[in-house]
């Protein structure tokens, strides 16, 4: 168990749904990151969240976005699902800025 | 564009040999260089790491080696062991988000 609890960990919907994500972070981490892992690619980052404030933004798309809550678990919520956003999404977290990423074991959203 | 490149999508290693896996980077103000290693249904976990002040970096059987002019890093494995039978990420930062490559899958054969 590495201290990151990411929940669910499956989850099956139809296109055009809406999804919650969750992810509770190791135990004094401030910093939480969410990845999204496609086929065939690597782990793209999606935005980071450092003590309730959105700290850095990657390649997340309009339909997709997050928050940090005041207990620091994050929620990462995708809009208008299609096919092509299956994927493992990962959540880590960090004490310090972008050092020492504990990942949690990642939800798998197929879409159909 | 990529700027975090594993060109070797899978390498198969017999055990007791050496298992060399290479990552190039295109950006030269990243400062801190990561090995991570996932297995399946699990999340990645970190390995090993460098800062650019360093060459190498050695922690028991895994050694990481960077060649900053040809924004080159390498691992290597010795010896490999069945049990280091998973998907190995590099990852690097600049003070910004951890960059991954997308990995290169390692079977070592008993």
């Known amino acids: 168990d590495s201290g990151v609890t990411q929940t669910p960990k499956h989850l099956i919907t139809a296109t055009g749904q809406r999804v919650t994500l969750r992810c509770s972070p190791r135990?004094?981490?401030?910093?939480v990151y969410w990845y999204q892992q496609s086929l065939d690619q690597g782990l793209q980052f999606l935005i980071q969240y450092y003590n309730g404030e959105e700290r850095a933004k990657g390649n997340i798309l309009e339909r997709f976005s997050a928050q940090q809550f005041p207990d620091l678990h994050s929620e990462l919520n995708l809009s208008s699902l299609e096919l092509g956003d299956s994927a493992l999404y990962f959540c880590a977290s960090s004490v310090r800025d972008f050092y020492g990423y504990t990942f949690g074991s990642g939800t798998r959203l197929t879409v159909v | 564009d990529q700027q975090v490149k594993q060109n070797s999508p899978s390498l198969s290693v017999q055990e007791g040999r050496i298992s060399i896996l290479n990552c190039d980077y295109t950006?030269?103000?990243?400062?801190?260089f990561l090995w991570y290693k996932k297995y399946p249904a699990e999340g990645p976990t970190f390995l090993i790491s460098?800062?650019?002040?360093?060459d190498k970096n050695e922690d028991g059987r895994f050694t990481v080696f960077l060649n900053k002019s040809a924004k080159h890093l390498s691992l290597h494995i010795v010896p490999s062991q069945p049990g280091d039978s998973a998907v190995y990420f590099c990852?690097?930062?600049?003070?910004?988000?951890?960059?991954f490559g997308k990995g290169t899958r390692l079977s070592v054969i008993a």
């Open positions: 990852a690097i930062s600049g003070n910004t988000p951890l960059v």
């Open positions: 460098i800062s650019s002040i360093k």
């Open positions: 950006n030269s103000m990243f400062d801190y």
């Open positions: 135990s004094g981490d401030l910093s």
